[in-house]
Every structure is written in structure tokens, then in C-alpha cells.
């Protein structure tokens, strides 16, 4: 990465910045550390920051509504939803609202993607104790808590 020649210069901080966003969506404190990184002061990145905001190309809600949607569409839990947020350098209320939205939907989501695991396992072959683990455990990855876990292979399992 080549040497910026004024660390503190504005407009450069703020054409970074657009072409930072340009490539993706990116939380303030993405941007902010993507900024950084790249050798601009602190003042330049906040300014630049806080301009992108003024502008509307960095909205924290708008982002964690987005990933939260993929996410949802993809068969994962609260969990996973949150762990991706964060790393993404969304802000906690931003991200706890986005999650808390789609919530309510958690357990029909988490029956869905049992009963996808289930079919596959049975297609294995007899679906038994260590199928119903493997099943438990893709859906922990997939960021389901526990006792959603549970109810969702009560609610698919052939023995029941």
C-alpha cells in the first residue's frame, strides 16, 4: 500500500471511503477501521465517516436488516446472525433490533432446516441416535440455542 502524503487530508479520507463502499455496504466502524488501516488519521477517518452517514451510504440499521435477511433465507439462527453483526462491526442495538425482528420466526425456521438435515440423513440410511446428534449438531452450527434445538427435532422425528 503506497504512502498517503497527508494523513489528515479530508477529501482524500472521504474518496476512500466512497470507494470503500463502493465494493460493499460496511458498517461506521468497519469503514472506520478499513480507514484507518490504510493510513489516515483519526480526524480524517472520523470526518469521513461521519460524512458517509450524512449522506445515507453508511446506515447500521440498513446493514444488519440486509445480513440479517440473507441469513434467515440461508436457515440460521439467532446465534450466527449475532456472531456475523458483530464481525461485522455493527452497533449492538442495531443488531439486536435486526435479530430481534426475525425472532419470532426462529423456531419454524429451525423445524425447516431439521427436517432438510432429517431427509438427507435418511437418505444415509436409518435414521438413529447418531443421526439425531449429527442433525442436533448441524443446527448449533447454524446458530439455533439449545432448547430450540430440541423442540425443532421433537417436532421432526419419526420416533416421537
Do not use: K, N
Not at 503506497?2 to 455496504?25: C, F, M, N, Q, V
Not at 446472525?81 to 419454524?108: F, I, P, T
Amino acid at each position: 500500500m503506497p504512502e498517503l502524503a497527508d494523513p489528515d487530508d479530508l477529501a482524500a479520507a472521504e474518496a476512500t471511503a466512497l470507494r470503500i463502499l463502493g465494493g460493499a455496504s460496511q458498517s461506521g466502524v468497519a469503514l472506520e477501521r478499513r480507514l484507518l488501516q490504510r493510513g489516515f488519521s483519526r480526524r480524517a477517518t472520523a470526518a469521513a465517516v461521519e460524512r458517509c452517514r450524512a449522506l445515507g451510504y453508511v446506515d447500521d440499521a440498513a446493514l444488519a436488516t440486509s445480513v440479517v435477511e440473507r441469513h434467515r433465507r440461508a436457515g440460521h439462527g439467532r446465534a450466527r446472525m449475532l456472531a456475523d453483526l458483530r464481525a461485522r462491526g455493527v452497533a449492538g442495538d442495531a443488531a439486536s433490533e435486526a435479530v430481534g425482528a426475525v425472532a419470532e420466526d426462529e423456531q419454524q425456521s429451525a423445524i425447516d432446516a431439521a427436517r432438510r438435515l432429517l431427509d438427507r440423513e435418511l437418505r444415509r440410511g436409518e435414521f438413529d441416535e447418531r443421526g439425531r446428534r449429527r442433525v442436533a449438531a448441524a443446527l448449533q452450527r447454524r446458530g439455533f440455542a439449545g432448547d430450540v434445538v430440541v423442540r425443532a427435532l421433537r417436532a421432526v422425528s419419526p420416533q416421537t
